[in-house]
Each structure stands twice: as C-alpha cells, then as structure tokens.
C-alpha cells in the first residue's frame, strides 16, 4: 500500500533556547521568535517541513512589517479625516461614478503622474473623497501627505523668516508622491503665495501625483490663480493631466447630521 506523503513526515519542532532569542532580539528579529512560538503551539504547523516553515515564518514577518509600515504612513499622512475610506463612500442621490472611484482606489493614476480634482460646493464631500484616496495610497506603501493650502502658505510665511527655509519647505511637499492640497483657492493668493504655488506644481509636475479640492470650476481657476503669467504656468501644469470629480449634489455634512 502506498502512503501518502503528507503521513511519513516528521514533527519539525524549532526550539528556541534563551540564548538565540536573545541574539534575534539584538538583531531586530523578535517577530521571528514571535513567528516560530506561533507555530510551536499550533499542532497544524507540525506536519510541514522545515524549509516550509521558514518561508511561512518570513511570510508573517513581512506581513506584519508591513502592516506596521502602512499605519506609520497613514499616520504620518496627517489626514484631515482619519477613517475615510473608500468602501464607506456614499453614492446613493449624490452624482458620483461609482465605478471611476473604484479605479481610481487602484491608484494607478499615479503611476503616469495624473492629478485629481475634487470640485463642488461645501459641505459636499470633497475632503473624504479625496482622503479616502489617500489611505488606499498608503495601503499599497505610497508615501503621502494632506494639507490644506491655506496652512501651507502659513507654513511659507515662517519659512521666509530663516535661511533656505522656502528652498526646504518646497523640497518638503515637493517628495510626497502624493499630495492631498485642501481648500484649494478658498483665499486670494498674494503675488509672493503664487509664486510659492508655482514652484511647488512645478517641482511636482510629471513625477507626482496631487490631489485638489476645490469649490471652484475649472472655468474659474485662472482669476483666482491672479489671472496673470503664474496662473497661465500652473494652469498648464495641472489641467491637462488631471481627472476632475464632481463631488456630488447632497450636502454630506447635512446628510451625517440627520443619519447619526
């Protein structure tokens, strides 16, 4: 009678004796010893091979590192709304493409360096959307970074008050792969706050990805930009690789509100 190849293995137990846990926690490696002790006390592990459960074991590790790695990014991301996402996005009586959210949840935009556009009114959901599209950014490892423009321009007026610091806050906001900038064009932009603005876009464009939340239409954007050569530069920066999403017709403040 043949016997199956799953019944002549043996029981692979890895000890660990005090002296090389000790040795993996000096070397960094306590989610080895955590991966091994999971196995030793789970009898279901017993029956694979010892290469069979390294690779496990490594497998664990990498999973939990980059679990550790994704929260780091989202928390470092700074969003504005901390538990968007995209499974909760409201669709119903709202306008909204369901299925353009969907693919644009993958991401993929930024590998060619597309910007989004969240236009509508307030109250209308910009924020989330745009939020929410930033967490799936940091899901698969992409280093990303929320702000709302009027704060960054802040940012700018103490920089100018010490050496390079215009040159680093530019360099800054200029290596996020992705940028989430809110309230954007909420206030009129000094000549000084447009070439800031300029600089930045420039130094973004066509090897990153940023995100825009604005009330205002496309239609609109070039008085509110000064309506000089800057508008003219950032415009033609911006507009012709960007997808705009019309954030939809409920107000979702109003809509929270009377659904608590």
């Given at each position: 009678m043949s016997v199956g190849r799953s019944t002549i293995r043996k029981a692979v137990t890895i000890m660990l004796n005090e002296d090389t846990r000790r040795k993996l926690r000096e070397l960094n490696l306590s989610e080895l010893i955590e991966a091994f002790d999971i196995q030793d006390n789970d009898p279901s592990y017993m029956s694979f091979?010892?290469?069979?459960?390294?690779?496990?074991?490594?497998?664990?590790?990498?999973?939990?590192?980059?679990?550790?790695?994704?929260?780091?990014?989202i928390k470092l991301s700074k969003f504005r709304i901390t538990n968007a996402t995209i499974q909760a996005i409201h669709y119903a009586d709202r306008g909204i493409d369901r299925q353009l959210m969907m693919e644009l949840s993958t991401c993929q935009f930024i590998d060619t360096s597309t910007s989004l556009i969240f236009h509508g009114f307030?109250?209308?959901?910009?924020?989330?959307?745009?939020?929410?599209?930033g967490r799936q950014a940091c899901m698969q490892g992409i280093r990303t970074r929320y702000i709302r423009l009027p704060d960054?321009?802040?940012?700018?007026?103490?920089?100018?008050?010490?050496?390079?610091?215009?040159?680093?806050?530019?360099?800054?906001?200029?290596s996020y792969k992705m940028l989430i900038l809110d309230e954007f064009l909420l206030n009129d932009l000094s000549d000084d706050e447009q070439h800031f603005l300029f600089e930045l876009i420039e130094r973004r464009h066509d090897c990153t990805s940023t995100i825009f939340c604005t009330q205002y239409k496309k239609e609109d954007?070039?008085?509110?930009?000064?309506?000089?050569?800057?508008a003219d530069a950032i415009m033609d920066r911006i507009v012709h690789n960007a997808v705009w999403i019309y954030s939809g017709n409920i107000n979702m403040r109003e809509y929270y509100a009377k659904h608590k």
């Open positions: 091979s010892l290469d069979e459960r390294l690779m496990m074991a490594v497998d664990y590790i990498y999973q939990k590192k980059f679990n550790s790695k994704v929260q780091r990014l307030t109250g209308s959901g910009k924020s989330y959307l745009a939020c929410a599209i960054l321009l802040t940012l700018r007026d103490e920089a100018v008050l010490t050496r390079q610091g215009i040159t680093k806050l530019l360099k800054k906001f200029s954007w070039h008085a509110r930009l000064g309506g000089g050569v800057h």
